[in-house]
């Protein structure tokens, strides 16, 4: 599906596992590299480009500089990866309309990609290595330019290897011409996890192949469950610390408005392998989009938000005060907290909030409906049956019983067949979760009708997604209509999920025509 507006109609080799093997070295000291804003060799005029190079290029809006850094954020020096030196990157914003262009500067000793999370794209600019393009090398560039035809909430990071745990990652809003809602302030958030140690050691760790650390011993306390559930939300990661637009417990970031002030505040879950659960001091939020997409308006006291996932919301500051904002990480005992402040003392809650009784998002989808009708055109149905597993013992973790080439995958059995599909069709899926962990389902390229009940297919009202966590035991079906032709990664969006196999790749292709001589 080519817009998140309506659905379009019909119109007139280096290996992926090549590719992510070369991203296991950790860079561990700084290039003395600033971040830049102009490009030289660029021109805003195109007449003077053209006379320079013979050809027609414009200057990028942004250029992000990808470079390795050492930082602490929770006391422990580790090596990581920022963009233009900061943790998340830089927020880019557009709005429909525009064109997306950006510079990409690898200032790296490895490889990288960069995939813009939620966009529809020309399959060359998703930024998948060894699928859609080849990986950027250390010491070159990309530009990436592409006409953007949706709004909404989304975020970029990279899809090389584990280089989006190191911090590689960053928020991207499309802004509406005209938005639908109207507002004092947007204000986006952007949560995410952290571990203090090299992340390519924690899966050797979790398969007993090195010495266990904290970061993969059960989560002690006081553990957050998800809303009507009794059971242990499982993990992969015992996180050390969790980060909010980059601010910690220790020194939270913070927001200024005045009480009667409305604002539209944009959740962006940019966590690697951590599910929130959302909530605002004194406040109800009222959702109007997810994943960048219009939804029937909700009230809800909290969000659970699986990964990956984005939420906008309306809140109305009541009354003057500091109010908390806490993200809770599910199936851990912590939390991280950000402030608004509306003339009063900036002070945050580090206490465990006191959630309502009115929950939106993961979990909760039956309550989300679009406003408009998301049927597809008329067109050949064709059905996928995916079914989500896992092998706890050697940490591996397929769709349909077979394992996309990652780096934690044994050549062996690195077997994932493509999945074929053509030009109109109407794909259906539907993820039948066989694990007793949630996977936060993503789909490059496209955006998907996530049914209320599944084999719905009928259902007008559909709300249109990129990313749905499926829960244990749980049936979720998914459509989407075949208008973007490409290979296209479907994958668990938690990444050692993802490392250790649980992808596939949608292969748009035509039937063979015989010819008669």
Same mark, same amino acid.
């Given at each position: 599906?080519?817009?998140?507006?309506?659905?379009?109609?019909?119109?007139?080799?280096?290996?992926?596992?090549?590719?992510?093997?070369?991203?296991?070295?950790?860079?561990? !000291?700084?290039?003395?590299?600033?971040?830049?804003?102009?490009?030289?060799?660029?021109? %805003?005029?195109?007449?003077?480009? %053209?006379? =320079?190079?013979?050809?027609?290029?414009?200057?990028?809006?942004?250029?992000?500089?990808?470079?390795?850094?050492?930082?602490?954020?929770?006391?422990?020096?580790?090596?990581?990866?920022?963009?233009?030196?900061?943790?998340?990157?830089? /927020?880019?914003?557009?709005?429909?309309?525009?064109?997306?262009?950006?510079?990409?500067?690898?200032?790296?000793?490895?490889?990288?990609?960069?995939?813009?999370?939620?966009?529809?794209?020309?399959?060359?600019?998703?930024?998948?290595?060894?699928?859609?393009?080849?990986?950027?090398?250390?010491?070159?560039? *990309?530009?990436?330019?592409?006409?953007?035809?949706?709004?909404?909430?989304?975020?970029?990071?990279?899809?090389?290897?584990?280089?989006?745990?190191?911090?590689?990652?960053?928020?991207?809003?499309?802004?509406? #011409?005209?938005?639908?809602?109207?507002?004092?302030?947007?204000?986006?958030?952007?949560?995410?996890?952290?571990?203090?140690?090299?992340?390519?050691?924690?899966?050797?760790?979790?398969?007993?192949?090195?010495?266990?650390? /904290? +970061?993969?011993?059960?989560?002690?306390?006081?553990?957050?469950?998800?809303?009507?559930?009794?059971?242990?939300?499982?993990? @992969?990661?015992?996180?050390?610390?969790?980060?909010?637009?980059?601010?910690?417990?220790?020194?939270?970031?913070?927001?200024?408005?005045?009480?009667?002030? =409305?604002?539209?505040?944009?959740?962006?879950?940019? !966590?690697?392998?951590?599910?929130?659960?959302?909530?605002?001091?004194?406040?109800?939020?009222?959702?109007?989009?997810?994943?960048?997409?219009?939804?029937?308006?909700?009230?809800?006291?909290?969000?659970?938000? +699986?990964?990956?996932?984005?939420? %906008?919301?309306?809140?109305?500051?009541?009354?003057?005060?500091?109010?908390?904002?806490?993200?809770?990480?599910?199936?851990?005992?912590?939390?991280?907290?950000?402030?608004?402040? !509306?003339?009063?003392?900036?002070?945050?809650?580090?206490?465990?909030?006191?959630?309502?009784?009115?929950?939106?998002?993961?979990?909760?989808?039956?309550?989300?409906?679009?406003?408009? %009708?998301?049927?597809?055109?008329?067109?050949?149905?064709?059905?996928?049956?995916?079914?989500?597993?896992?092998?706890?013992?050697? &940490?591996?973790?397929?769709?349909?019983?077979?394992?996309?080439?990652?780096?934690?995958?044994?050549?062996?059995?690195?077997?994932?067949?493509?999945?074929?599909?053509?030009?109109?069709?109407?794909? =259906?899926?539907?993820?039948?979760? #066989?694990?007793?962990?949630?996977?936060?389902?993503?789909?490059?390229?496209?955006? &998907?009708?996530?049914? !209320?009940?599944?084999?719905?297919? @009928?259902?007008? @009202?559909?709300?249109?997604?990129?990313?749905?966590?499926?829960?244990?035991?749980?049936?979720?079906?998914? /459509? *989407?209509?075949?208008?973007?032709?490409?290979?296209?990664?479907?994958?668990?969006?938690?990444? $050692?999920?993802?490392? +250790?196999?649980?992808? =596939?790749?949608?292969? $748009?292709?035509?039937?063979?025509?015989?010819? /008669?001589?």
């Amino acid at each position: 599906m080519a817009s998140n507006q309506h659905y379009s109609k019909p119109s007139s080799h280096i290996t992926r596992r090549a590719a992510i093997a070369a991203g296991v070295a950790i860079p561990l !000291a700084p290039l003395a590299v600033g971040a830049t804003t102009a490009v030289q060799g660029y021109s %805003d005029d195109p007449a003077a480009a %053209d006379r =320079r190079t013979g050809g027609l290029q414009f200057k990028p809006d942004y250029v992000l500089n990808i470079e390795p850094k050492i930082t602490s954020p929770f006391g422990v020096p580790v090596g990581s990866i920022l963009v233009n030196d900061q943790d998340p990157g830089p /927020e880019i914003r557009y709005t429909v309309g525009d064109t997306f262009r950006v510079l990409l500067q690898n200032h790296l000793d490895t490889p990288c990609t960069v995939h813009w999370h939620g966009m529809i794209v020309p399959n060359w600019m998703d930024g998948v290595p060894g699928i859609t393009q080849m990986p950027i090398h250390s010491r070159q560039s *990309f530009f990436v330019e592409y006409p953007l035809v949706q709004s909404g909430s989304y975020w970029y990071h990279s899809h090389f290897g584990l280089q989006e745990q190191l911090g590689l990652h960053g928020p991207l809003i499309i802004e509406e #011409k005209t938005p639908p809602y109207a507002y004092d302030h947007d204000v986006t958030c952007f949560g995410t996890d952290w571990v203090n140690q090299n992340p390519y050691t924690l899966i050797p760790q979790i398969r007993g192949d090195q010495p266990a650390t /904290e +970061a993969v011993a059960d989560p002690k306390g006081d553990l957050y469950k998800l809303p009507g559930s009794n059971k242990v939300f499982d993990v @992969d990661i015992n996180y050390p610390g969790f980060m909010l637009n980059g601010g910690t417990n220790a020194k939270p970031w913070s927001f200024n408005c005045r009480k009667g002030d =409305r604002l539209r505040l944009r959740l962006i879950n940019g !966590a690697t392998a951590t599910s929130f659960r959302v909530a605002l001091d004194g406040h109800e939020m009222e959702i109007i989009q997810c994943d960048g997409n219009p939804c029937v308006p909700i009230k809800v006291d909290s969000i659970c938000m +699986a990964v990956a996932e984005r939420y %906008d919301v309306l809140v109305t500051i009541k009354n003057t005060g500091t109010f908390t904002l806490h993200w809770c990480a599910l199936g851990q005992s912590q939390q991280v907290v950000g402030v608004i402040n !509306a003339d009063g003392d900036g002070k945050a809650n580090l206490g465990r909030p006191a959630f309502g009784a009115r929950v939106g998002g993961m979990g909760h989808y039956g309550s989300l409906r679009s406003p408009n %009708d998301t049927r597809p055109p008329e067109g050949p149905v064709r059905t996928f049956e995916m079914e989500l597993g896992g092998n706890m013992m050697d &940490y591996l973790w397929s769709m349909s019983g077979e394992y996309l080439s990652e780096a934690f995958v044994p050549k062996y059995i690195a077997d994932a067949a493509p999945l074929n599909i053509e030009y109109g069709e109407r794909v =259906r899926i539907r993820f039948t979760n #066989k694990t007793t962990m949630w996977h936060p389902m993503h789909l490059h390229g496209h955006f &998907y009708r996530l049914l !209320a009940q599944p084999g719905k297919w @009928d259902q007008r @009202d559909a709300i249109l997604k990129d990313t749905v966590g499926v829960g244990p035991g749980q049936h979720v079906d998914i /459509e *989407f209509y075949a208008d973007n032709p490409g290979h296209w990664i479907c994958h668990c969006h938690n990444l $050692y999920h993802l490392a +250790a196999g649980m992808g =596939r790749i949608f292969h $748009y292709g035509v039937e063979p025509v015989g010819l /008669e001589v």
